[in-house]
Every structure is written in structure tokens, then in C-alpha cells.
């Protein structure tokens, strides 16, 4: 037996329709229902909701975020209750874990990162936290802010080390990608023995970005149009590229939100544990 057209199995499927809602008798003549039309017009319907439903997502995705007043208080944990929106780290070599009031560091293996993050988006913002040596030779051992974290694991930091040196970069593709902002540079107020604080600061009003480490704002040197950043020495505060210009503020617009993280990084063989507590996040002034 033949298989019917295509013609044939759309005329059969009109019919269908047509004897279940017509009237059946024959005797007068009544127009047609347009059943093609309201089938296209259905199909029409269908594909305007879809890509309405694609255009809000990506309105879900674009960097947007609530505005907020300068100064208003958005968040604020001193890591005593209310901690299960962090996500916290247990390797055996590398641990970022909330106990006894604060946020733990601990590495005991070289090239070792730990970063608890916060389930919360940030547009616009000032964040705070304070930092602790608490053990270890503290050779090259880095506590870092991560902020504007994205999904695929991009994001940008703010680090400060145990030689007392601060730097600023991005990361690209997925993570695979590490471009320096600002290389690392010296300077005097950050605080480098045991049991010492400092207080890590950005503030970020879109996508102009500042950097402070206790209360005090750090010079950036950017890139300008070289490959990457350089200043001229280790100790020097004065930059090499961007025209030998130093900066005090940055503007980067790559992400526009995201959520915060708060680590370190163990760059030695032996390890440093280290604390980190009092995460304050304002609007920026």
C-alpha cells in the first residue's frame, strides 16, 4: 500500500478538524472554518514567546544590578552565624573553612589556591575585609579578594602578599586566561608579620575601579598601550609603561557584576595558614 503525501495527510487532518467543530448538516452552505490560519497564527505565537523568552535572559545575564545609596550597607558577616551562603574549601592541602568566628586559611602544599564564595551579586560596590597572618615561614603567601566572579569561573582579584607587595588581574576563558592589571609593587602600608591585620579594600562605581589596603588608596600602573603593565622595580612606585603614568583608579569593563570570593594562594613549598574575617560590602561613595 502507498504512503500518503504530505498534501494528502494535511488535507486528512483538516477534514478531521473540521467534522469535529462544523456544524454537520450539509443542506446549507456554511464558510469554513480557517483552521491553517489559526494553526500559522499558533506557530507565530509560538515563536514570538521564544524569543521574548531569549531576549529575558539575556536582560537576566547583562551586567545590571540595583542601584544603591552611597554608604548603604548591603552586606556583612563577621563569619559567626548565618554562614551557609559561603562555600567553603576541604582539600587535604588546601582549605578555606569557617570556624571559631572566621574564615580559615590553610596550605600545606605548594601552588595550592583555597577561595570561599559569597552566593550573593554585587554590581556597584565597596568591599572590606580584614586579613591575618596567623602561621608559616610566610614565604610568598597570598590573600586574595576575588570580585565580579562569573559562573564559567572568570573573575578579577585584588592580592596582597607576605613580602608586602599588592597586585591587581583578571581572569579570562573560563579561568585558562591570567592577565595582570597591575603587577606587584612594594608598599609600606601593607603589614607583613604574624599575627598582623590588614584591611583589603575595593571599591568599584561601575566600571571604575579603586584599591586600598588599611585605609590607605595604592597607585596602580597600568598597561596602556603596551603588552602588559611593568613598573620600573620591584620597590620604585614608578611605572615603566602606560606612558610612565601611575594611576590611582582603574577602569575595566569586561564585568559589570558577579558574585565576591576571599582566599589565598600557598606559592612556596611549605605552607602559611592565615585568617580572614569582618567581610563589609557598601555602596560606593
Same mark, same amino acid.
Given at each position: 500500500?502507498a ?5 494528502e495527510?494535511?488535507?486528512a487532518?483538516?477534514?478531521a478538524l473540521?467534522s469535529m467543530?462544523e ?7 456554511k464558510?469554513?472554518?480557517?483552521w491553517?490560519?489559526?494553526l500559522?497564527?499558533i ?5 514570538v ?8 535572559a539575556a536582560?537576566?545575564?547583562a551586567?545590571f544590578?540595583?542601584?544603591?545609596l ?5 552586606y556583612?558577616t563577621?563569619?559567626?552565624a548565618y ?7 576541604r582539600?587535604?592541602s588546601?582549605?578555606a573553612?569557617i570556624?571559631n ?6 596550605f ?7 577561595y570561599?564564595?559569597?552566593?550573593? *551579586?554585587f =554590581?556597584s560596590f565597596? $568591599?572590606?575585609?580584614d ?5 608559616g615561614?610566610m614565604a610568598y603567601?597570598? #590573600? ?11 573573575y578579577?582579584?585584588?592580592s596582597?602578599?607576605t613580602?608586602?607587595?599588592y ?10 586566561t591570567?592577565?595582570i592589571?597591575s603587577?606587584?609593587?612594594r ?7 604574624l599575627n598582623?591585620t590588614?584591611q583589603?579594600?575595593?571599591m ?7 584599591f ?9 600602573c ?11 622595580d ?8 602606560n606612558r610612565?603614568q601611575v594611576r590611582q583608579e582603574m577602569v575595566?569593563q *569586561?564585568y =559589570?557584576s558577579?558574585? $565576591?570570593?576571599v ?5 612556596d613549598?611549605a605552607?602559611?595558614?592565615?585568617q #580572614?574575617d569582618?567581610?563589609l560590602v557598601?555602596?560606593?561613595?
Open positions: 500500500m504512503l500518503p503525501t504530505k498534501t495527510s494535511l488535507d487532518f483538516d477534514h473540521r467543530f456544524d454537520t448538516d450539509t443542506t446549507t452552505p464558510p469554513s472554518f480557517p491553517r490560519f489559526l500559522g497564527t506557530g507565530f505565537l509560538i515563536v514567546l521564544t524569543v521574548l523568552n531569549i531576549a529575558l536582560l537576566r545575564l551586567d544590578s540595583t542601584p544603591v552611597p554608604g548603604q550597607l548591603m556583612i563577621t563569619f559567626d554562614n551557609s551562603q559561603w562555600s567553603e574549601v582539600d587535604a588546601a582549605q573553612v570556624h568566628s572566621a574564615l580559615n586559611l590553610q600545606d602544599a605548594p601552588d595550592r589556591s583555597a570561599a564564595t559569597l552566593d550573593r *551579586t =554590581g565597596d $568591599i572590606r575585609l586579613s591575618t597572618w596567623r602561621s615561614p603567601g597570598q #590573600i586574595g579578594l576575588r570580585y565580579r566572579v562569573q559562573d564559567s569561573g572568570d578579577y582579584e585584588f596582597i602578599d613580602r608586602g607587595a597586585r591587581v588581574e583578571m581572569v579570562r576563558d573560563g579561568g585558562k591570567h592577565e592589571l603587577d606587584w609593587q608598599s609600606t602600608h601593607i603589614l607583613t608579620g598582623e590588614n583589603l579594600r575595593v568599584a562605581r561601575n566600571y571604575v575601579f579603586e586600598y589596603v588599611n585605609d590607605q588608596q595604592l597607585p596602580l597600568l598597561r596602556g598601550n603596551d603588552a602588559r603593565p611593568a613598573w620600573t620591584f620597590y620604585s612606585g614608578q611605572c615603566k609603561t610612565g575595566e *569586561t =559589570g558577579g558574585k $565576591i570570593a582566599g589565598g594562594e600557598n606559592t613549598r605552607g602559611f595558614r592565615a #580572614i569582618n567581610v557598601y555602596g560606593p561613595r
